[in-house]
């Protein structure tokens, strides 16, 4: 049966229920051993999932919200999509903006906002489904950890409804919904007009700035990731393929109740930019470049990369690389600040990677001039970063109306298309930063870019350089009122720290 687990003792897990007394979370569990007895028991939950602050901060996130926009806001959770039968599902993922205000991932579950207060609809799960999930939460349960005004059962919400604005979810059933309660086609974000463009902007102003509530989720989120990535370089020495450092990492993420924030990168073709195969043979001379993050259980998410060498020491040629995709982390993470433009923080890293490849003989000509043609983006072809909260890509849901400052709008530029922010930054913003060098084939054999770059590329030295395919370096950094905090800053970044990371388990078996 799928519907009971096994417990590393042996014995069977027949029903786990979450409860609540006081303050406290516990898990009611019944258990039955190998004769078949069983026994219940009470235990503490061992990750605390909702802090005792949710619902204040719920409370002063939609106060906020009234301060902003009149109109009623209902924002719908989304629903579990179906394999294929209605019960294996698609692991469910609430919507982000729901999220904010309603803190919980609930499924099939809508709330309503008005004037400061908060009105939730969802139904209690039937009788008969209890013999599946054990006890659910009851809504009135539910209403009452998330400081809800009032609590109905989600067929009032129809009567409930009118003049309201909403943002449109992700899943095509629930957006049906939102469209046929609401009697009108609901716009996609970037052609939102009048009161949706006002609660779009308002969503916008709330979520790019955290408050002290997502600074913790976000923190947590963090510290799993950058434990993830410690796990994955001291299993590379004995790991044979992308595959293996890839599950080692993952179940750090899933041993802490998390979910990756999204799908893992953990390649030897770091070149290929969002790669998503596992089945390579890890070779001692490649570079593993890892790109995963962790989503703590209320949806918040980290975003960390690393590069380190297969066989626990880089080439000289991946030094020299690496340092240089360094040296460019390290100078814009010191020159962030509150009203620092974050495109001036990507040209920034581009000009130092501009001057580096010219140092080591790749390009040549001005730095300047260099970034000014846009040939640094031959090499590092996206941008600096993006925001961070709670998704990877923040509010990409919603176009380019959260990364960029109104008014604003993509850049043609080779150099600058790919920037996905471009606001000045403010105090709690959470930024990534992540410069990189590749050799992507699609670009330096596109005969239209050999051509323009003729003249300022060195083609020979460049094949010195040939078991560089690709360099990351992933932080997330967050402004502060003077400056910035890393919040990754745990996971070493040098290139002899991480060889010491890689080499750990070499060094533990020798002793
Ligand atoms: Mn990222």
Known sequence: MRHHRLLPNGALLKQAQIIKKADDWYINLRLQDNSGKVSVGTSPMQTTIVSQTL???????????????????????????????????????????????????????????????????????????????????????????????????????????????????????????????????????????????????????????????????????????????????????????????????????????????????????????HNEQYHHVLQPGDLLL???????????????????????????????????????????????????????????????IAEGLVDLGILTGNPADLVEMDAHALFFPHGIGHILGLDVHDMEDLGDLAGYESGRTRSDRFGLGYLRLNRPLRPGMLVTIEPGFYQVPAILNNPSFRDKYREVVNWEKLAQFADVRGIRIEDDVLITETGTEILTANLPTSIADIETLVNSERNSSLI
């Not at 989503?295 to 990369?305: F, K, N, Q, R, V």
Request: include cysteine.
């Open 290 to 352: 890892a790109d995963v993050g962790a989503e703590t259980p209320l949806g918040w998410a980290s975003d960390i990369t690393r590069t380190w060498a297969v066989s626990g020491k880089f080439s000289s040629s991946q030094r020299d690389i690496y340092n240089l995709v360094l040296a460019a982390h390290d100078a814009c993470i010191a020159s962030m600040r509150p009203g620092v433009e974050y495109r001036d923080i990507h040209l920034l890293a581009a000009k130092i």
């Open 55 to 273: 619902s204040t901060t719920l409370q002063q996130r939609r106060k906020r919200l009234a301060e902003l926009i009149e109109t009623p806001v209902i924002l719908w959770s989304g629903e579990p999509i179906s394999r294929n039968f209605p019960d294996n599902t698609f692991p469910f993922r609430a919507s982000s903006h729901f999220l904010y205000f309603a803190g919980l991932p609930l499924a099939n579950a809508a709330i309503k906002l008005e004037a400061g207060k908060l009105e939730l609809f969802m139904d209690d799960a039937p009788p008969e489904a209890s013999l599946w999930q054990g006890e659910m939460p009851k809504r009135a349960e539910i209403a009452a950890t998330i400081g809800a005004d009032k609590a109905y059962p989600l067929s009032e919400l129809a009567s409930k409804i009118t003049n309201a604005a909403t943002i449109a979810v992700q899943d095509s059933k629930t957006y049906q919904q939102q469209c046929q309660l609401l009697q009108r086609n609901i716009p996609f974000p970037q052609q939102a007009k009048e009161s949706e463009a006002d609660l779009i902007r308002a969503i916008i102003s709330l979520r790019l700035c955290h408050d002290k509530e997502s600074l913790n989720e976000l923190k947590k989120a963090a510290n799993v990731a950058i434990e993830a990535h410690k796990a994955g370089m001291r299993a590379t020495l004995t790991a044979k393929t992308e595959a293996e450092v890839r599950g080692i990492m993952e179940g750090v993420i899933i041993a802490h109740n998390m979910t990756t924030a999204y799908n893992s990168i953990v390649t030897v073709h770091g070149e290929v930019l």
